[in-house]
Every structure is written in C-alpha cells, then in structure tokens.
C-alpha cells in the first residue's frame, strides 16, 4: 500500500489524466474521480479517454457508484 501522500498524488493525477490509469486507485478512489468528472459535465466518452478505461468500462463504474443518473440513458447503460 502506498503512503497517503502519494495516494494523493495518485488520485489528482487521474482526475488530471496523469500517468496512471483508474484501475490503479481503490475503488472509493476512482468512485471520487468519476464523480468529480460527471459533475464537471464530462461524457463517458471523455471520462473513458481521461482515466485510461473503455466506454464500457466507465459505464460499469457509473452504474456501481450511481452515477449514471447523471448521464442520458441508451439502451440501459450511461450514455
């Protein structure tokens, strides 16, 4: 486990498309990132390019942190 500054680090690097990709943080980690984005206005498009995921992948995430009612729905998942 990585000492709390550098988590730190980790997670305003993600949210600032740094280096590592989303997978890399925790999932409450990457539950503030996603939440930070989708509050910023960002589509999953965007999201999946800044945090080094798929669409589909972000989508899952969405769903998982109930963030998706923040997106347009097609066919059942985050849009």
Known sequence: MRAPAARRRLLMAAV?????PAESLTPDER???L???VR???SVR???YR???TEYTVC???DTYDLRSHHTLR???AA
Do not use: K, Y
């Open 40 to 42: 910023d206005g960002w």
């Open 16 to 20: 600032a498309g740094g280096w590592e």
């Open 31 to 33: 539950r503030q990132v």
């Open 60 to 62: 899952r995430w969405l």
């Open 75 to 77: 066919g059942g998942h």
């Open 35 to 37: 939440g930070a984005l």
């Open 51 to 53: 945090v080094r995921a």
């Open 46 to 48: 965007q999201i999946a």
